[in-house]
Each structure stands twice: as structure tokens, then as C-alpha cells.
């Protein structure tokens, strides 16, 4: 039986050992599991099993036949925006890579989307945006990094949902896993660098006034930031 997991029901032990065990490559596409040794290998039943493999096909990461079997799907196959997905591949060997392709995307979205924030924007939305800024200066020394990740995942959030556009909406789930990644793999500095933290307030301000060109600018130095951080932490 598994040690990994005690203290979690069956279903989340399982997932949680299984599911980093795929995207870590333990399992090259193609491999084929079967659901008698599998429940055998967790001491759990083979409904769980089923419950488990179910949610993995969601994900994309597993193909179910008959006569066949469960077979890992080849990686380009995998839904890569499943946050769950991205923390399993942050967890694993393939961290820095994985980092890399993320901020590349946030530095190709976040920056249009923060444009359109700031023509788009609601007041409510201006006024979290100004929160989370406040609240990210506040925490932004004497190593509160979990703190300080709550603001910065709220702040990120609220620009992708200000935007407008449903698309960007959806990737917010996307950017938090990957700021949440960043903070718990220790892919930071002990403290945010302080010019991040003022260009967030500058953008949040920017938002506000309704400058579309300066939001998206400030955004671009917010990103382009982060994979300079990446090029110290994660090489």
C-alpha cells in the first residue's frame, strides 16, 4: 500500500500519486495500466480506480478502451491548461521548462488583457484592483510570500476578468496555479522584487484612469520581469 497521501480519502490519494506519476514521465505515453493492478498497488477498490481513471480522461492524460485497457495519452494530447495538470508538472523533474512555457504564455496575454481592463473595467473592479496593488506592498517584505501570493493571484485575476474577453477570463485559473507554483517550488526571491510590486500599483492606477496603452506597457515590464527572474531561479 502507498504511504503518499494518509490522511486523504482513497480517490484523492490515488489521483494525487497517480496523476504526478503520469505527467513526470514514470509512465510514457503509451503505456497501458490496468485497473486490477493498480487497485492491488493502492489497497483500493476497483470503483476507485474507475472514479480515479475517469477523472485522469478529463485531463486528457489517459484513454480508456475495452480489450485494451487505460493507456497514457502522448503529451500533446494532455489538457495543459488543467490546473491541476500544471501543479502536477510544476511538482515534477520538468519544472523549469514548464515555468518557462507558462510565463511565455502570461507575457503573450496578460499585457492585451490589461489594455482592455482599462477600457472595460467596472469601479468595483478598479477598486480590487487598487486593493490587491495595497496589499501586495504590504506584504512585500519580511518574507511573507503566501501572503503576498493572495493579493498577486487576485490582482492577476481581476485584470483577465476586467478584460472583457471570456477567453482571457478563463486562463486566470491558468496564471494562479502558475504564481502558486512559483511561491511553493521557491522559484522567488525571499522577498518580491520591489520594482514588481510598484508596477503593479502603477497598473492598477493606469486601469483606473482608463490608459489602455501605459496598463498594457506596465504589464509588459511585469512580465518580462518574471522571465528574468526565471533566467536566476530556474535556468
Not at 140 to 169: C, K, P, W
Not at 191 to 200: G, N, Q, R, S
Request: net charge negative; proline share 5%; aromatic share 4%.
Amino acid at each position: 500500500m502507498e504511504n503518499e497521501g494518509q490522511g486523504k480519502g482513497p480517490h484523492a490519494r490515488v489521483l494525487e500519486t497517480l496523476g504526478p506519476e503520469i505527467t513526470a514521465g514514470d509512465f510514457p505515453p503509451g503505456t497501458v495500466l490496468r485497473t486490477d493492478e493498480l487497485a492491488e498497488r493502492f489497497d483500493v477498490s476497483r470503483t476507485v480506480i474507475r472514479e480515479v481513471i475517469r477523472v485522469l480522461e478529463s485531463m486528457q492524460l489517459v484513454v480508456s478502451r475495452r480489450r485494451v485497457g487505460v493507456t497514457v495519452r502522448p503529451t500533446e494530447e494532455w489538457n495543459v491548461y488543467d490546473p491541476r495538470v500544471i501543479g502536477w508538472r510544476l511538482a515534477g523533474r520538468d519544472r523549469p521548462r514548464q515555468l518557462r512555457s507558462l510565463t511565455v504564455l502570461r507575457s503573450a496575454v496578460e499585457p492585451v488583457a490589461a489594455g482592455l481592463a482599462a477600457a472595460h473595467a467596472t469601479p468595483d473592479q478598479c477598486a480590487e484592483l487598487t486593493e490587491h496593488a495595497m496589499g501586495m506592498v504590504a506584504t512585500s517584505r519580511g518574507q511573507q510570500l503566501d501572503a503576498y501570493l493572495v493579493h498577486d493571484m487576485a490582482f492577476h485575476r481581476v485584470i483577465l476578468t476586467a478584460s472583457g474577453n471570456e477567453m482571457f477570463a478563463r486562463l486566470a485559473d491558468v496564471v494562479a496555479a502558475v504564481l502558486t507554483g512559483r511561491t511553493h517550488h521557491h522559484v522567488m526571491f525571499t522577498d518580491p522584487d520591489p520594482a514588481a510590486v510598484t508596477l503593479h500599483v502603477q497598473v492598477a492606477e493606469a486601469v483606473r484612469v482608463g490608459d489602455a496603452a501605459r496598463a498594457e506597457a506596465l504589464t509588459r515590464e511585469i512580465t518580462s520581469g518574471a522571465m528574468a527572474e526565471l533566467d536566476v531561479l530556474a535556468p
